[in-house]
Nanobody, 123 residues
Framework: VQLQASGGGLVQAGGSLRLSCRVSGSTFSSYAMGWFRQTPGKEREFVAGISWGGGSTYYADSVKGRFTISRDNAKNTVYLQMNSLKPEDTAIYYC?????????????????WGQGTLVTVSS
């Protein structure tokens, strides 16, 4: 299973970005998906997750109400819409897949990872 994340960039505080993660090499709809982020010196943390059918989502408290995860199983792609961005959202964002039906907030369960895309939010 290969994951390719894209959509990162530089944005001012209060702005928006949409990340995309395309999955290939397996049946996309068989996987729950998650977005994670990491900054230098810190552990990678869960940001948002979505069930394999897209009916359930779960967010870290720090992004709830600002970020939205979604998926298009016909396009083998999961998205992370990020609004009202803050400087503390600056990080490398990773998408990941786990062979599960429900949302999985536990980073240790994820089996496949993308390469990461850098999001920088300026103040």
């Amino acid at each position: 299973v290969q994951l390719q994340a894209s959509g990162g960039g530089l944005v001012q505080a209060g702005g928006s970005l949409r990340l995309s993660c395309r999955v290939s090499g397996s049946t996309f709809s068989s996987y729950a998906m998650g977005w994670f982020r990491q900054t230098p010196g810190k552990e990678r943390e869960f940001v948002a997750g979505i069930s394999w059918g897209g009916g359930s989502t779960y967010y870290a408290d720090s992004v709830k109400g600002r970020f939205t995860i979604s998926r298009d199983n016909a396009k083998n792609t999961v998205y992370l819409q990020m609004n009202s961005l803050k400087p503390e959202d600056t990080a490398i964002y990773y998408c990941a897949a786990v062979a599960a039906r429900t949302v999985v907030p536990d980073i240790s369960k994820y089996q496949y990872w993308g390469q990461g895309t850098l999001v920088t939010v300026s103040s």
